[in-house]
């Protein structure tokens, strides 16, 4: 299924940012901090807005319910 990766513009390491397996990630954008990622994922069932750390640290919170 879908996961969201985070690439660094030049030298550096690839973050998985979404974890759960089975779960489907279908479109990711930066907020204006850079420092988070607003995400439309399936994991309750139903295609919903989620908020996780760009650096991958810390769960996802949903935003839409």
């Keep these: 299924r879908g996961h969201v990766f ?23 954008r930066f907020r204006g901090d850079g420092k988070t990622l607003m995400v439309l994922t399936d994991e309750t069932g139903e295609w919903e807005f989620h908020r996780f750390a760009a ?11």
């Design 6 to 28: 985070v690439a660094p513009a030049g030298d550096g390491r690839w973050v998985r940012v979404s974890r759960k397996d089975g779960v489907r990630a279908l479109t990711a």
């Design 55 to 65: 650096d991958g640290l810390g769960p996802a919170q949903r935003i839409s319910q």
